[in-house]
């Protein structure tokens, strides 16, 4: 482990729990399982109905999880965010007055969008069905930060950031900065997409999708596996956390935030916004490249992605001087929910000392310099660790995480 | 003498696109001068699976089909050409000066019309319906790539999705990454288009006039009131730092003196009720702007004809100013109901503390409450202090103090 | 079906799934570029008009993007791909 130690500031922000809904099931136990034994979740959806369509892989929350959810609140979107929320929640231990101030900032793409299908189906062809209306209520990804709310009674400061597959990252950045300037003490950060309907379709419809598991830096990947879930950590300022004796997870060091401005879906073949977003993530941090000792790739499979990311990376890092993973190689790409997933990935192999590996790397692309750990996990007590998002638009989030070992 | 603190930004420019016209701060100060209303049957789409006939459109004139514009969705093109005007009236003519700054976009439903589109290939056709162009649409920040493309802006980008606050949300929020040192600037676009599928599924949930009966219109704070009338529009307003506006000799607008959001306790899809009311967040933002509430002289509010939200919204200015002020107007009137309008009440207040000019509430008969003044009458065309404050469905409320640039 | 009886739907097709002016598309000739270097059509505008290739000539491409990438060059080669495809050339 690193020799870096500091103090904490009393602004520092730290993560002090959290909450997930994966293909793996219910809960951070089930999630770090599946992830630190390499375990693919990937296989054919059955959601909705898929003929006619080039692939129909992914990665599905698996029926009985979706049932022990319950069906009081309408959208399959909804019922994860709440879970994971929940989950968070109780491990952090908030005294409900210390909610009522917190802030919230839930990212996600497609909201309530699969019930929203349902409804339009039938109006589509004249047969509108009143009982399905209700689904409009939830249409909005703006309905899951309200869930939230609700349910937990916050009234701080939120939003619902959508940045595309960058959405939850953002999040996670956002409420880092309110915290630090002192607009809040505690915040909920994290993101949710259920599989939809639209995205299958849409995905397929621009030749996105592996037929197979998705292959991330595999010299003959093919594509991307859409998947769904949630995550949510509890964000709060180490004076905050320090005072109420709760247990500190890790620091969330530092975030960067840019724009390609290049192309609708595309990214530069510079990867320049990447670049700027991890430089910036470094700089905020207050750490160097070769003080991190993984990253937790935005790797979704593409060849467009895969091979910008890795000459980002190679940029930032040089050659071979990180090591690097895939998480969406094992759980799909969750949309939205990717960001806070991903992080949330990235603090339990921090915790563990154990870095998840990229399964389906029979055959590494030479033009990706980098070990990607493949199919195995590997032992790796790290101090430091990043997480990427590059999403559709040209929208770069990079996260810096630190272990608690690295404070005084 | 205490001395104020300084402003949380300063805004340089303001452009939109709506129902009465398109342009920087002329084009908003004429048709706010004019007070005419664009609210009328609408002709652009037909209106017979819907139950209501009113709305407000921008003229298909307003946005030409352009080589550049050959994918953008038509919202996309409203929030390119809102952002491109208020870059113009912030006198920044270089390309590579937007390359720093940030893009805040608010939306209530966003490119909601590019979805139904493509759902509708599918429908019709099976997957030989689709289409390419659309399916990047069907994610809310793609109208905030568009326009990062077109005017180069590099810096954080973000989208949020928020019913009814969502161009105050925008404008804050763009405070908020100022704060945070993510840029020295930002354009913030609080954008919503009216289109088929939308005016007709908020008539099947009764969300517009005529709810429970009376005349169809746009009547906010009136005893008439039984639901908004649906527009659209997108405005942009540029923020900058103060730093950043000074070393660039930009001319200053106004200036923004606080700016805060949260929650009040709501169900969902709701209107806080009376008993849920309290004025926390109102508190704050004065306090944070060094502003007393009597020295508010103008407040617009979100004024949509929503019973409930206009007699919640009232009973929040009423527990905290006392009868003498402020005067309370907004722009629903002018050019209708959409979730992204607080943006125009921005910009609009903007040229309220600048010169005095704001709306004329003068369709209001006999409003709900006579313990509160109303833009009834012009002001003195000298400049204000103005509160710029919304609430949503779900019991979002944001709250904005802006003043003079001094 | 040859080469003259496919680049005028391919014409009519760029008009309307990719929204270009009649002018552009009609005064294209065989050769004339239609990617970055000629007539600026980029990887979205390729898939959407292979979208509407797909349906028009009832062909389905599901190799990887950069096999059929390269015939987006001009017409002349887009016609080609499209004939190969339906088994009307060697």
């Known amino acids: ?408 | ?406 | 079906m040859t080469q003259e009886d496919v680049i005028p739907r391919l014409k009519k097709l760029m008009t309307e799934r990719l929204r270009l002016a009649p002018e552009r598309t009609d005064s294209l000739e065989p050769d004339s570029l239609l990617l970055k270097d000629g007539l600026g059509l980029d990887s979205l505008d390729c898939i959407e008009l292979l979208l509407g290739i797909e349906d028009e000539f009832e062909l389905e491409f599901n190799e990887e993007q950069e096999s059929w990438m390269e015939s987006f060059t001009s017409l002349a080669t887009l016609s080609q791909l499209v004939l190969y495809t339906k088994g009307e050339l060697e």
């Open chain 1, 1 to 408: 482990m690193s020799p870096l130690r500091s103090r904490y500031a009393a602004r520092d922000v730290v993560v002090t729990a959290m909450g997930v809904i994966s293909p793996y099931g219910q809960g951070c136990d089930a999630y770090w399982e599946g992830l630190s034994t390499g375990r693919c979740a990937l296989g054919p959806l059955t959601l909705f109905p898929t003929d006619g369509f080039p692939s129909n892989v992914g990665g599905q929350v698996d029926a009985d999880t979706v049932r022990s959810l319950g069906s009081a609140v309408r959208s399959r979107a909804n019922r994860f965010v709440i879970a994971a929320a929940e989950e968070a929640i109780h491990h952090a231990g908030l005294a409900p007055e210390t909610l009522r101030d917190a802030a919230i900032s839930i990212g996600g793409a497609g909201g309530g969008m699969l019930e929203a299908e349902a409804w339009y189906a039938p109006y589509y062809h004249g047969r509108e069905n009143p009982r399905l209306r209700g689904a409009l209520r939830t249409m909005l990804p703006a309905s899951q930060t309200e869930a939230l709310a609700v349910r937990f009674r916050i009234e701080g400061p939120r939003e619902t950031p959508i940045l595309a597959c960058s959405s939850s990252a953002a999040a996670i950045a956002t409420i880092t900065d309110w915290i630090a300037s002192g607009r809040v003490d505690v915040g909920l950060a994290g993101g949710v997409d259920s599989l939809t309907r639209i995205c299958f379709m849409g995905f397929n419809a621009l030749k996105l999708l592996d037929k197979r598991p998705c292959r991330p830096f595999s010299q003959d990947r093919q594509g991307m596996s859409i998947s769904e879930g949630a995550a949510v950590l509890v964000l709060e300022s180490h004076a905050h956390a320090a005072a109420r004796g709760a247990r500190i997870r890790a620091c969330v060091a530092g975030s960067g935030i840019a724009s390609d401005a290049f192309h609708p879906i595309a990214p530069p073949a510079n990867a320049e916004g990447a670049v700027r977003a991890m430089q910036e993530a470094l700089t905020r941090a207050d750490l160097t490249p070769r003080e991190m000792g993984y990253v937790n790739a935005h790797g979704t499979g593409t060849i467009q992605n895969d091979r910008s990311e890795a000459v980002a990376l190679e940029q930032v890092f040089g050659a071979g001087n990180v090591l690097v993973s895939s998480t969406k190689s094992l759980i799909g790409h969750t949309m939205g929910a990717a960001g806070a997933m991903e992080a949330v990935a990235t603090l339990l192999a921090l915790e563990a000392g154990v870095l998840p590996p990229t399964a389906n790397l029979d055959v590494p692309d030479p033009e990706v310099p980098f070990d990607c750990i493949a199919h195995t996990p590997r032992s790796n007590a790290v101090a430091c660790a990043m997480s990427n998002s590059f999403g559709f638009g040209g929208q770069n989030v990079s996260l810096i995480f630190r272990h608690p070992c690295t404070f005084e």
């Open chain 2, 1 to 406: 003498m205490t001395t104020s603190p300084p402003p949380a930004a300063v805004i340089t420019g303001i452009g939109h696109i709506g129902p009465l016209g398109s342009g920087g701060r002329d084009v908003i100060t004429a048709f706010v001068h004019a007070n005419t209303t664009a609210i009328g049957p609408l002709a652009e789409f037909p209106t017979h699976r819907s139950t209501r006939r009113l709305g407000a459109l921008i003229p298909a004139s307003a946005l030409e089909p352009t080589e550049e514009a050959r994918r953008w969705s038509r919202i996309g093109h409203m929030a390119v050409t809102a952002c491109r005007h208020a870059v113009a009236d912030a006198g920044i003519t270089e390309s590579n000066t937007l390359h720093r700054f940030g893009l805040v976009i608010g939306s209530e439903y966003g490119d909601l019309q590019s979805t139904e589109a493509f759902d509708a290939g599918f429908l019709r056709r099976g997957p030989r319906g689709l289409s390419a162009f659309l399916f990047p649409n069907t994610v809310m920040n793609a109208t905030a790539g568009t326009v990062s493309i077109a005017l180069e802006i590099k810096g954080p980008m973000l989208t949020l999705n928020q019913p009814g606050v969502a161009g105050e949300l925008a404008v804050a929020r763009a405070i908020a990454l100022l704060e945070a040192g993510r840029a020295p600037a930002v354009v913030a676009c609080g954008v919503d288009a009216l289109f088929p599928i939308l005016y007709e599924a908020l008539g099947l949930l009764n969300v517009p006039s005529p709810r429970g009966g009376g005349e169809e219109a746009c009547t906010p704070f009136d005893q008439r009131h039984n639901g908004p009338v649906m527009g659209e529009g997108a405005t942009a307003v540029i923020l900058e730092t103060p730093e950043h506006a000074q070393a660039r000799s930009a001319a200053i607008l106004a200036h923004v003196r606080s700016a805060h959001w949260g929650g009040l306790p709501a169900r969902p899809y709701r209107y806080p009720s009376l008993a849920q009311l309290h004025h926390r967040l109102l508190d704050r933002t004065l306090n944070a702007a060094a502003v007393p509430a009597d020295a508010i002289d103008v407040a617009y509010l979100s004024g949509s004809g929503d019973p409930d939200q206009d007699t919640i919204e009232l009973a929040l200015m009423a527990g905290i100013f006392g009868t003498d002020r402020p005067y309370i107007t907004s722009v629903t009137h002018l050019v209708g109901e959409h979730g992204s309008l607080g943006a125009l009440r921005v910009a609009a207040a903007a040229m309220t503390a600048s010169s005095g000019v704001m709306p004329i509430l003068d369709y209001l008969r006999t409003p709900i409450r006579h313990d509160l003044r109303f833009a009834t009458q012009p002001l003195p065309a000298t400049p204000a202090t103005v509160l710029v404050h919304g609430v949503a469905r779900g019991g979002v409320q944001a709250a904005l103090v802006v003043g003079p640039a001094t």
